[in-house]
């Protein structure tokens, strides 16, 4: 008999996680004079907007049991492509942005029918994207390309005032809406329950008559619109297009999901514990400012050993649930 208030086993990492992020900022809060303030909250959402966005997207794939690495080299392209439709081809904003967010779903649902279609191993068909997002940014340009349009000039440099003296940038409300989107879909959608399906048991959803092929396309698809407006967001920060942006960033998306609780082996995760992720990562990179006199490769130390741990605790939760099945069935028996 299941225990009255339990917590369910698969929702355990999300909670380490929130734990984790509370535990930081409390330990950064006694520590250091200015750390415990609303703006350095809400910093957190600022320089990590892209990032959040791109978490999102990679946690559906993840969910699904698949992975994306291309989703770097996609946001690198997207900052490529949007400063040369700015700057050398003069395009309106209006057209520049729909254009963009375009070419960056369709080459994730391009990668989606390969993977789906061929039965390709995602790893490899990613990594290949990765590698041809990354070279179209050359052929674009092999310099950094600068951004002095309005619009954008405005976007990097807007203030959205809140209580007090605090306030947060436009990004911070694209991310929102994004994770507010990822949220709903993923709980509240055939398409987000399909996904969790294909995930758990792919077989098991083929059975069900579940949309599979349909929804493992639309998957990679939504990674790559996630990575496209993650590169138009990026801009705002850098107000330039530059061919090695992002690099290495896919490995940051992934580590956030993971330390979010998303298992790598699909059909457990959550848009939520992601944001966590991403707040866990943004919080380390604070308190090493704010320490002063580490490396910023340290925040790489620091994420490399969370996925340890944090996989570590995936790999205790899956014994735990196959060591209970037996019992379970011997009760109903």
């Not at 963009?100 to 989606?112: E, N, P, Y």
């Not at 959550?270 to 090493?288: D, K, R």
């Amino acid at each position: 008999m299941k225990k009255p208030y339990a917590i369910d086993p698969r929702n355990f990492p999300i909670f380490v996680t929130i734990g984790l992020f509370i535990i930081m900022f409390g330990v950064g809060s006694i520590s250091f004079s200015g750390f415990f303030s609303p703006q350095n909250f809400l910093n957190l959402f600022i320089d990590n907007s892209y990032l959040l966005i791109l978490g999102v997207g990679m946690t559906f794939v993840i969910i699904s049991g698949g992975i994306d690495l291309s989703v770097g080299s996609v946001l690198a392209f997207s900052t490529m492509l949007t400063s040369s439709l700015l700057e050398k081809s003069h395009w309106d904003p209006l057209f520049v942005i729909p254009v963009v967010l375009l070419v960056g779903m369709s080459l994730g649902l391009v990668m989606g029918f390969l993977i789906q279609t061929f039965e390709l191993p995602p790893f490899i068909i990613t990594l290949a994207g990765l590698y041809l997002a990354r070279g179209l940014c050359y052929v674009i340009s092999i310099d950094t390309i600068g951004i002095t349009n309005p619009f954008w000039q405005n976007m990097a440099h807007a203030q959205i005032n809140l209580v007090g003296n605090s306030f947060i940038s436009p990004s911070v409300i694209i991310a929102l809406v994004v994770i507010s989107g990822g949220m709903f879909v993923s709980r509240s959608t055939k398409f987000g329950r399909t996904v969790y399906a294909i995930g758990g048991n792919e077989q098991s959803a083929l059975l069900m008559g579940l949309p599979v092929a349909r929804t493992k396309i639309t998957t990679y698809g939504f990674s790559g619109f996630c990575s496209a407006l993650a590169g138009i967001v990026f801009t705002f920060y850098t107000l330039s297009g530059y061919a090695l942006n992002g690099a290495n960033m896919e490995m940051d998306a992934i580590a956030t999901v993971v330390i979010g609780g998303t298992l790598l082996s699909g059909g457990v995760g959550s848009v939520l514990g992601t944001v966590f992720g991403v707040l866990v990562y943004g919080t380390i990179q604070i308190l090493i400012v704010f320490q002063g006199t580490l490396n910023s490769w340290w925040t790489r130390i620091a994420i490399g050993f969370l996925v340890f741990v944090f996989c570590l605790l995936q790999r205790l939760f899956e014994a735990k649930k196959g060591r209970s099945k037996p019992k379970a069935q011997a009760g109903r028996a």
